[in-house]
């Protein structure tokens, strides 16, 4: 009864490597018989949508500052050297001149259904606040008189500051900034709606 048990059971694999070479010929010859197709399954969820801002301002134009900035404190009937500091600063940033096409309705954008003509109407660009570039300005120099030296100092961020508002004037004062932006808003919408079929585009601006 042993003999037969173990005879049996070294029969098991010689039987097993049949039946897999017998589905593997079979398999071979009509792979949609296996039942060992791979298979595989995507559990992935959709992307969720964290947030969604909406662009409502066209930057059409970009200006490049750099200021010279020269402050200095003293301490009246003592001198310098004793109480007092002076600061040279170079502030270098951006203006933006922007567009705002956040009122754009029927009213601003009228398209002739017949020709295909389309009209657009927009304000007058505007210019942005400054934007100081850090990395780039620096400090050239600094003086500070004995008893400056033990405290601190907000010297350099008033430079800073003073930096940003010559920026801003002098970006006020640039009628290019806002000409430039004006022409590259009408070739970008020039250019956009064309792209839809629209051959006659014309863009005005108003205040």
């Known amino acids: 009864m042993k003999g037969r048990v173990l005879g049996v059971v070294a029969m098991i694999p010689v039987v097993l490597l049949a039946l897999v070479g017998g ?3 079979l398999t071979d010859w009509r792979p949609s018989l296996n039942p060992f197709t791979e298979e595989e399954i995507d559990r992935t969820g959709p992307s969720v949508l964290q947030s969604l801002t909406e662009i409502s301002d066209f930057h059409a134009a970009s200006a490049y500052y750099e200021t010279v900035v020269d402050l200095e404190r003293d301490t009246r009937f003592v001198p310098g050297w004793i109480s007092g500091e ?4 170079v502030g270098k940033g951006t203006v933006d001149a922007v567009v705002d096409f956040s009122a754009l309705d029927e009213r601003r954008v009228q398209v002739d259904e017949e020709s295909g003509a389309v009209r657009v109407r ?6 942005g606040d400054p934007v100081l570039d850090l990395e780039e300005s620096y400090v050239v120099s600094v003086d500070r008189g004995i008893t400056n030296r033990f405290r601190g100092s907000d010297l350099e961020q008033e430079a800073q500051r003073v930096a940003v508002a010559q920026m801003s004037e002098a970006a006020e004062g640039t009628g290019p900034l806002v000409e430039l932006a004006e022409s ?3 070739a970008m919408l020039e250019g956009l709606l064309e792209a839809l079929g629209h051959d006659d585009v014309s863009v005005t601006f108003a205040g």
Request: charged residues 10%; without cysteine.
């Open 23 to 25: 589905v593997t010929l």
């Open 122 to 127: 927009l304000p007058e660009p505007s210019v």
């Open 86 to 89: 002076r600061v040279l600063y």
């Open 184 to 186: 590259n808003t009408v």
